[in-house]
């Protein structure tokens, strides 16, 4: 490891701007202080602050060895801020790991989703019986990693509800979704249970749009964009560490705002 002192070694503000995102996250959780410069990076994580790759993994180092202690803080009280309905953009804004050309609409007909795992009962669920559960609706933001933000309105099925409704034992660790678009994604069972998170099946008061998901998909209000997946297939309540689409490429599991 090289001398974390570097005198000339300007901070470069462009270099850290382009990982905005993730440092306010940081900075949210306490992990890192305000006013976070490359010479402190380099400091905490001995990365080589010339290189923008560099920078950008000893943030997502200093975020992944959290994640644990992340998620014993997670308060499953705790609300995240919602906002007036008259601030939902439509609209959405889309983003998936490829264009909005490339979605393949489900057929909200032949849709199952299919349980397993520690659940009493895995019958597969249709789209009308999960419409026929108690619905919840939230607006609230939705912060994707990239650096955009939009406020929208969810509605569907409290996972908790869902979770005790089909008998899953919910002092298992993880609920894992799959995805028509092999995008698998997990989370803690605390997040599973906190009141805004959803099983949507309507934005704006409108059925999902196809792009955003429909007929399911999962959103919560207390995590990053990238842990909400969108045409959930398959739902599994498991101790076994599932992992994830983007947390096989790097990026932190518990991802909480
Ligand atoms: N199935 C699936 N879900 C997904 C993704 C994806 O590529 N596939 N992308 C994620 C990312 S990175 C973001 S920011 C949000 C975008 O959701 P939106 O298009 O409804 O705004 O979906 C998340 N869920
Ligand atoms: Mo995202």
Wanted: aromatic share 10%; proline share 8%; net charge neutral.
């Amino acid at each position: 490891m090289k001398s974390p002192f570097r005198p000339e070694v300007i901070p470069d503000k462009a270099v850290l701007d382009d990982h905005k995102p993730l440092i306010r996250s940081l900075e949210r959780r306490g992990l890192i202080r305000g006013g976070l410069s490359l010479g402190s990076l380099a400091m905490l994580t001995g990365c080589d602050v010339e290189r923008p790759d560099a920078v950008e993994s000893a943030l997502l180092a200093i975020s992944r060895f959290n994640d644990g202690v992340q998620a014993l803080l997670f308060d499953p009280r705790k609300l995240a801020p919602t906002y007036p309905a008259s601030m939902i953009l439509r609209p959405a804004k889309f983003n998936a790991y490829y264009d909005v050309t490339e979605v393949k609409p489900v057929n909200g007909e032949s849709w199952r989703l299919d349980l397993s795992g520690l659940i009493a009962d895995k019958r597969p669920w249709t789209l009308g019986q999960l419409q026929a559960l108690p619905q919840s609706s939230m607006v609230i933001k939705h912060i994707c990693v990239e650096g955009w933000s939009y406020i929208g309105g969810w509605s569907g099925v409290r996972l908790a509800t869902f979770l005790e409704h089909i008998g899953a034992d919910l002092r298992a660790k993880y609920v894992a979704f799959k995805t028509a678009d092999d995008y698998p994604s997990s989370i803690d069972m605390a997040t599973a249970l906190h009141p805004q998170t959803l099983l949507a099946l309507r934005y704006g008061d409108e059925p999902l749009a196809d792009p955003f998901g429909f007929p399911v998909r999962l959103r919560m209000a207390t995590k990053l964009g990238y842990k909400n997946p969108k045409w959930v297939t398959a739902l599994e309540v498991t101790n076994t560490y599932p992992g994830g689409f983007w947390e096989e490429r790097g990026f932190p599991w518990f991802a909480g705002l």
